[in-house]
Nanobody
Framework: QVQLVESGGGLVQAGGSLRLSCAATGRTFRNYAMGWFRQAPGKEREFVAAITWSGSSAYYADSVKGRFTISRVNAKNTVDLQMNSLKPEDTAVYYC??????????????????WGQGTQVTVSS
């Protein structure tokens, strides 16, 4: 069992940066692939980024590639999302998620069993 708690959301102007952090409880965190998803009002929850259990590989949605960076520190049970050059269209609730099976379909929210409560990110123009 893993519990996830996100932090670091807020209001920022376009072009600014935010760093989201996800703290996990549970001894098996280091075995899980981790992902970040986001959901804007009236839209489906969408994939943002994912990282393998070892941190050796990371994957990004095309819309954030080159601007966002996902990282993890297994010794601290944390996974972060550094967001740079933020745009108004990045406004959403951001969720941290854990995939215990480390599926190759890292972009599918259905592969993630554990979710945080979400943190709001608002980018003003």
């Amino acid at each position: 069992q893993v519990q996830l708690v996100e932090s670091g959301g807020g209001l920022v102007q376009a072009g600014g940066s935010l760093r989201l952090s996800c703290a996990a409880t549970g001894r098996t965190f280091r075995n899980y692939a981790m992902g970040w998803f986001r959901q804007a009002p009236g839209k489906e929850r969408e994939f943002v980024a994912a990282i393998t259990w070892s941190g050796s590989s990371a994957y990004y949605a095309d819309s954030v590639k080159g601007r966002f960076t996902i990282s993890r520190v297994n010794a601290k049970n944390t996974v972060d999302l550094q967001m740079n050059s933020l745009k108004p269209e990045d406004t959403a609730v951001y969720y941290c998620a854990a995939d215990p099976r480390a599926s190759s379909s890292y972009f599918s929210r259905y592969n993630y069993d554990y979710w945080g409560q979400g943190t709001q990110v608002t980018v003003s123009s």
